[in-house]
């Protein structure tokens, strides 16, 4: 686990989420960010701040990365998402072209 | 990808890759090059239970599963462990 495979999120609140970049690549949004060339500052420092995006619907997006991972290699669970942040977390999905 | 575990100290939360074989130490290892602070100044407590992680003892042995949150706490000083803290954010429900 290198420094330079992983990206910090940052919530609306400030809470800061450390996850590798494959992970961070499931979202379409992220990925753009981080591979295009010389266009986002975000490229190079490896850190990325969502104003919109609070801090318990970012912690939720982060484990679905890694839930999707996990799915895409053959592990077979199901993704738990509580009835009261499916709205919120829809939109921020919607956003991150997730 | 085996499973992942979520380490959480004051207002970060580091989404760390890891395998139920892995031990403790394993874990401290990875961290160490994230945050810059050697494996013998980082203490792991798995939060569902308050249990400190033991460095020579597995994932799985110690009940650390997919999806566990550990919390992080350092030494300070060379000296004692801060106390476990994880930040909230003030309104868990911040519906716009």
Known sequence: MKKEDTVKLISAEGFEFVIDKKAAMVSHTIRNM?????????????????????????????QYFYWSLQYASGMETEFHIEPEITLELMMAANYLHT | MAMYIRVKRNKTTYFVQCDPTETALDIKQKLQTLIDEPSTNQCLTL????DVLDDSKTLAEQKVENDAV??????????????????QPENLKSFS
């Open chain 2, 47 to 50: 939060v569902a239970t308050n």
């Open chain 1, 34 to 62: 981080l591979t295009s060339p010389g266009g986002f500052a975000e490229t190079q420092l490896g850190e990325v701040t969502f104003p919109e995006i609070s801090t318990p619907i970012l912690e939720k997006v982060c």
């Open chain 2, 70 to 87: 550990v919390a992080l706490t350092l030494r300070k000083d060379g000296n004692e462990f801060e106390e476990v803290y994880i930040a």
